[in-house]
Every structure is written in C-alpha cells, then in structure tokens.
Nanobody, 125 residues
Framework: QVQLVESGGGLVQSGGSLRLSCTASGRTFSDYAMGWFRQAPGKAREGVAA????????AFADSVKGRFAISRDNAKNTVYLQMNSLKPEDTAVYYC??????????????????WGQGTQVTVSS
C-alpha cells in the first residue's frame, strides 16, 4: 500500500500561483510514477500532469501547458505541482496518485493504483 497526502491548496486570485505537495509513505517512492488530477464540481476527474520515477519524463494536459510544472524529490518522497497564471477554471479538488509503471507519464486515471484525499484549489476572478 502507498499512502498519499496532499497539501498546499487554498484560495488565490486569478493570475496568482500555488504549489501543491504530495508526500508518500508505505512503499519505495521511486518505484512509482506520479500524477496530479483534478475534479471540479459536476465534472469528471481529469489528468493534469504526470512524472516518471526519475523525473526525466513529464506530461501535461493541454489546458495547463506552459502554466503548470511537475517535479519530484525522491529523497523526500514528495511530488510537487507548481501552478502559475491560475485561472478561475482551474478551481477544483486536486489529487495526487501513484501508478506501478515507473517510466510512464499517463494522464488517464485508470492506470493509477493509489490516491490521496485531495486538496481544494479555488481561484477567484
């Protein structure tokens, strides 16, 4: 089992920035690729960004390319999502997730085995 705990969410004005963190425990962190997902009210959960075990490969949803960055620190068992130039449409609960394909950068939630509880991000206009 892998336990994931997100932090860093909050309320920010349009154009602002936030950095989310997700800390893992329970298994060897570098055995897993990691992803960030989000779910807005009434909408399906969507993939935002993903990163391979080494950080060498990343992927982003078109809606966040150029604004969001994903990184990881395997020594700290933590993955980060830096969110810049935030827009009201980025408002959602953000989840981190882990999958057992360490070289992958999937944005499809079906590939992920473990999930955090989520952290709310609200962007005001």
């Amino acid at each position: 089992q892998v336990q994931l705990v997100e932090s860093g969410g909050g309320l920010v004005q349009s154009g602002g920035s936030l950095r989310l963190s997700c800390t893992a425990s329970g298994r060897t962190f570098s055995d897993y690729a990691m992803g960030w997902f989000r779910q807005a009210p009434g909408k399906a959960r969507e993939g935002v960004a993903a990163i391979s075990w080494s950080g060498g490969n990343t992927a982003f949803a078109d809606s966040v390319k150029g604004r969001f960055a994903i990184s990881r620190d395997n020594a700290k068992n933590t993955v980060y999502l830096q969110m810049n130039s935030l827009k009201p449409e980025d408002t959602a609960v953000y989840y981190c997730a882990a999958n057992r394909f360490p070289t992958s950068v999937y944005l499809n939630r079906g590939f992920y085995d473990y999930w955090g509880q989520g952290t709310q991000v609200t962007v005001s206009s």
